[in-house]
Each structure stands twice: as structure tokens, then as C-alpha cells.
């Protein structure tokens, strides 16, 4: 298995960016996560989907987004 298809836990992707589990827990909740697969009724994050996220969510100077 190489990294990129590594699947991150709830609580390694809110350590990853930086936030709380009860955080990532919330955002998933409310729709507003990166994409994640149901491993049982476990949620799993790739780092693929965690970055097409990130660049989503990107703002740039001047308050614009990037997408």
C-alpha cells in the first residue's frame, strides 16, 4: 500500500488540519467534510480528498476563492 492510498480516521484528519475530533465529527455531519468512505459505519478519509478540500476551500488575497 503506498501513502497515497492511505485512509486517515476521523480524529488523524482533525490532527492533520489542525482540529479537534469534535470538530471533524461536526463538519461531517453538517456536509461540509472532505468526501470519506464508510468503512463499516466508520468514516475514512483519503489524503486525495482531504487536499481536494483544502484546495477548494483555499481563499486567496484579497478574499477570493480560488475554485
Do not use: C
Not at 489542525?18 to 461540509?32: F, I, M, Q
Amino acid at each position: 500500500m503506498s501513502n497515497d492510498d492511505f485512509l486517515f480516521s476521523e480524529a488523524e484528519y482533525a490532527e492533520f488540519v489542525g482540529k479537534s475530533h469534535a470538530w471533524a465529527r461536526r463538519e461531517r455531519r453538517l456536509g461540509r467534510s472532505p468526501a470519506y468512505t464508510l468503512i463499516g459505519r466508520t468514516p475514512k478519509y483519503s489524503r486525495q480528498d482531504i487536499a481536494a478540500w483544502m484546495q477548494a476551500n483555499r481563499i486567496t488575497p484579497g478574499g477570493k476563492t480560488a475554485a
